[in-house]
Each structure stands twice: as structure tokens, then as C-alpha cells.
């Protein structure tokens, strides 16, 4: 501002200001104001189990561009270059001395000169103010702006060396490097290729939905593609291919391709290619769309999931392999946990539930499911009081096999009018068999409190489990009724794995590094 001369009315003077805080705030790294470039983990007193060194990058090696000019203060950060690890190292402790067992070494590559980077402007408000001779007040004289660049760019790991030392001379036996290249148009890896000291060279490549020219045309197999690009479902590899580099030449090993369907972002078919390593990458053609949005590849690979079924959730419920071989699952607790797997057996042909949550199986009641904590598998069972459990469209030409456990002394289930054949009696329990041919449907009434009620093709193997949500499985029955139980400490970790007799078969215990060792719990 321009001051009259010293000593008339409305003459300048400068002054300070004093506050308890500093007009500078501390700059932040990852959301703290501390970092720290070297950091050394000890195992064991006085390092006595080893330990871990690691090194980061850090402010000294990407320090923000700051402006400390009154009234204001900006900086312009590079929080994502920080924080990264460069370099880690086992060692154990040998006779006091360290030795080191591996260590990684990590590169980084970033993206400042390309069109991934971003910059956008902040603009920060300054106060400066005017103390007249002739007043007693200080009045607000104006206000600063000043801007200052927000920076962002992509960054990807680009190489990355493992070293492995011998456990006695603590010297280099085996160096592995991989160097990783990222696709551009989505960031994701398109090309890994290892080497050890040894001069063995591995090389895997991946296609993804933004590097094909698919459209919307017509309903050909490009569609599927065009979908996924659509739904920014740009990450699910849809080609990948392993080779092996001897001398100068890339030969194929092995590859796999994921169809999708037309209509949702779910796979349809999975193709397989096996090679000896003979073919050379150069007679390869990389799958493709062509001008008809047609879906190509290369004419070696055979298809390996030839049929894949979904629930309304997109969980596999049923799979058939190129040699028939089919896979059926069962989803329940909401949809989102398997209950069931049944090998051998297509969806309409097997039916399952222990009656723990909101699903049925795949078997139609009206009875509400009831508590006890001795049901065989979870804590619930039905009774057959509160009406008939039935499973219709099944096939004349195929046998079947129905198994329950039904509580003693609760009553006299039938399954089509008939009493099975006990197999085996726990737990104030006993286990029921039911072998049925020529039937096109199951009807499950009479009498008596039943769990896990099973139907499938005599043929067929299914295995099935309970939950505790949130926590992991309770229990486990296997293709003979075979029953595990799950049990959890107070921190949700598993501490104790028991067979159908409630005998022991393993148990966890869980204790801090260099903490004495209890299992007396």
C-alpha cells in the first residue's frame, strides 16, 4: 500500500504478530507428520530370534515443493512417491552375529512424463492488514490469493530382485529378478518376466477388455467384451500366457482364456493350451475381435469349463467340464456362503440344508426351523410336525440317495412312504440312509425333529459345511457323513478342529513373538 510520510495523519508503521501455534503447519506423509526412511524389526531378547531390515522411500527422496512467503503457506505434495519399500532383509542370529537369509530389493516407475499425470491448481487466501496512526484499530486492507499445483500421477512397481543367501555362509546361492511391464490403458500388468543367476527366464503376458476393438454391433462373441468395457470391469485378465525364454527365443508352455457371457460380466466358457515348450511365440496369434465382433483365438486352445451357471449373486452354482465332469454349488446365509458341493451331479438333481439360515436348498417346506444345540450340524433342525419337505423334477433312470440325522426319540420320518436304514447313532442322534430309483420327486414327512437333509445322484459325492457368520465354518460333513466341528477362541481365531465324537484332532494356540508358550487354555 503507499504510506503518507512518517509523522502526518494516516501514516504507516509495521508491527508483529505472536501466536501460541506455528503459522506453518507440520507436513504430513501418509496422513502423519512423522516418517521414517529405516526401520529394523528384533525377534527374540536382544535380537536373539533374528531380525528385519527395511528401507522407504521417504521426504529426503521426493521433498513437497513449499512456500513459506507471508501470509501464506502451500506446498505441493508427493505423498504417493513416499512410504514405498525399497529394500527388505532377513537375517538370523547366529552366534550373535547377523547373517542375512533374503532380501528384496524394489524399483519404481513413475509416470511424470506421460498422459497419466495430473495437475490441478489450489488457491490459498491471505490477510494483510492496515494499523492507521490515527486509529486505534487495525482494519482489513485486503486480501491475497495465491495457487499453487496438485499434483497426481500413476506409479507401478518395475522391478523387483530376490536374493537367497546359503543359512550357513550367509553368501548369495540364487538371485531371481522380475521386471513387470503395466498396460497404459488400464494400469494393470501386461508382461512379467523372471531370471534367475542361474539363466532360466519365465515370461508371462495378459490381455485385458480395453485392449480389444470390441463393439455393440450385433449379439456376436465380441459383445461380451464390448459389455466388460462398458461396465469398466477393465482389471479381469481375459488372455494369459506363460513362456520360456531360451537364448533369443520365446516358446509357449501353457495359456488360458476366460469367454464371458453376452448379457452379464460373468465367464461362460474357460479355454485351456498346454504346449512342451516346442512352439515358438512367433506362430502364436494373441486372441482378438474382429471386424464382425467376432471373439478370436488361437486354434490350439480347447475349452476346459465348457458351461458355467450363476446365482442372482454371479456365484458358480453349477460347472461342467470338457469331460462331462460337473460341479454344483449350493449358496446360502443370504446367498453368499457355500454350503454344498456335489461332484457328479447337475443343479436340479441335489438338494441340501441343515435349516441354519434363510436359504432352503433347493427343497421346498413351510415349517420354521427350530434351536438345539445338539443338532449334528450348526443348531438348528426341523421337525416334520410343522409339515413336508418335497424336491420335484428329478430323472426315472437315475438312483438317488437321501440321508438325515434324526434326533432319538423325536419320532419316525419316511422319505416317499418308506423308513431308511440306520447307518450310525452320536450324540443322542442317529444317521439315516434312503436308496430310491425310478422316482421323479422326493417327499420327506411322518414324524421326528431332522438336520442335514441331503439328496443326490447315487453317483455323486457331496460335501457340505455350516457357518458362524462372521467368525468361519462350525462344521464340516464329508461324502460318508463323516462330521468336523469348528471352534473359535474370543478373537475369532480357530482354536480347536474336533471329529464327530468330539475328540480332539488339532488345536491352535496363539501367542506374542517371544512370549512363553501356553496351550493349558
Given at each position: ?360 436348498g433347493n427343497w421346498s417346506y413351510a415349517g420354521v426351523p427350530a434351536s438345539d444345540p445338539t443338532s449334528p450340524t450348526g443348531t438348528k433342525y426341523y421337525s416334520l410336525g410343522s409339515g413336508a419337505i418335497t424336491k420335484s423334477g428329478l430323472l426315472t433312470g437315475s438312483d438317488y440317495i437321501v440321508t438325515y440325522w434324526r434326533k432319538d426319540g423325536s419320532g419316525s420320518p419316511l422319505v416317499n ?105
Open positions: 500500500m503507499n504510506c503518507p510520510p512518517p509523522g502526518t495523519a494516516g501514516s504507516c508503521c509495521s508491527y508483529k504478530i505472536y501466536n501460541s501455534i506455528s503459522n506453518y503447519p507440520l507436513l504430513y506423509s501418509n496422513g502423519s507428520p512423522v516418517g521414517y526412511k529405516n526401520v529394523t524389526v528384533f525377534f527374540g531378547p536382544n535380537g536373539s530370534g533374528g531380525k528385519q531390515e527395511y528401507t522407504y522411500t521417504s521426504y529426503s527422496d521426493y521433498p513437497d515443493q513449499a512456500s513459506y512467503n507471508a501470509p501464506f503457506f502451500f506446498a505441493s505434495e508427493y505423498d504417493w512417491k513416499k512410504g514405498l519399500l525399497l529394500k527388505s532383509t532377513d537375517y538370523k542370529n547366529q552366534s550373535n552375529s547377523y547373517l542375512p537369509v533374503k532380501r528384496v530389493i524394489n524399483e519404481y516407475d513413475f509416470h511424470s512424463s506421460d498422459t497419466t499425470k495430473r495437475i490441478s491448481r489450489g488457491v490459498v487466501l491471505g490477510k494483510l492488514y492496515d494499523n492507521n496512526m490515527g486509529d486505534s484499530l487495525s482494519i482489513l486492507y485486503q486480501l491475497q490469493v495465491a495457487s499453487y499445483d496438485v499434483l497426481a500421477e500413476a506409479f507401478n512397481l518395475s522391478r523387483d530382485t530376490t536374493i537367497t543367501y546359503d543359512a550357513i555362509a550367509g553368501t548369495p546361492i540364487l538371485q531371481v529378478t522380475n521386471t513387470y511391464n503395466f498396460s497404459p490403458k488400464n494400469f494393470q500388468l501386461k508382461r512379467k518376466q523372471s531370471k534367475d543367476s542361474k539363466g532360466d527366464q519365465l515370461a508371462q503376458n495378459f490381455k485385458y477388455s480395453l485392449d480389444y476393438g470390441a463393439t455393440n454391433v450385433n449379439n456376436n462373441s465380441g459383445l461380451s467384451i464390448w459389455n466388460l468395457q462398458n461396465k469398466n470391469i477393465i482389471s479381469a485378465p481375459i488372455e494369459s500366457l506363460v513362456t520360456k525364454i531360451k537364448g533369443s527365443t520365446e516358446y509357449i508352455l501353457y495359456g488360458n482364456i476366460n469367454a464371458y457371457r453376452n448379457d452379464l460380466p460373468l465367464i461362460n466358457t474357460i479355454y485351456s493350451l498346454e504346449e512342451k515348450g516346442t512352439t515358438p511365440l512367433s506362430s502364436y496369434q494373441y486372441s482378438s475381435v474382429d471386424g464382425s465382433n467376432n471373439f478370436i483365438l488361437f486354434n490350439s486352445y480347447k475349452p476346459y469349463v465348457v458351461q458355467s451357471r450363476y446365482t442372482s449373486k454371479g456365484k458358480f452354482s453349477e460347472l461342467r467340464k470338457n469331460d462331462d465332469h460337473k460341479i454344483v454349488y449350493l449358496w446360502d446365509y443370504n446367498g453368499e456362503l457355500a454350503v454344498a458341493s456335489v461332484t457328479g451331479a447337475d443343479s436340479a438333481s441335489v438338494a441340501y440344508s441343515s435349516f441354519e439360515a434363510d436359504g432352503k412312504g418308506a423308513t431308511g436304514t440306520v447307518v450310525v447313532a452320536k450324540n443322542g442322534w442317529t444317521l439315516f440312509r434312503h436308496q430310491l430309483s425310478g422316482i421323479t420327486s422326493v417327499t420327506v414327512n411322518g414324524s421326528g425333529y431332522i438336520d442335514e437333509l441331503r439328496l443326490h445322484p447315487a453317483t455323486a459325492d457331496m460335501l457340505t459345511n455350516t457357518y458362524n457368520p462372521l467368525i468361519g465354518v462350525s462344521s464340516s460333513c464329508d461324502a460318508s457323513n463323516r462330521i468336523n466341528y469348528y471352534e473359535y477362541d474370543a478373537l475369532g481365531r480357530l482354536s480347536l478342529i474336533k471329529d464327530q465324537d468330539k475328540n480332539i484332532l488339532k488345536k491352535f494356540c496363539y501367542n506374542f513373538q517371544g512370549q512363553q508358550e501356553d496351550c493349558s487354555n
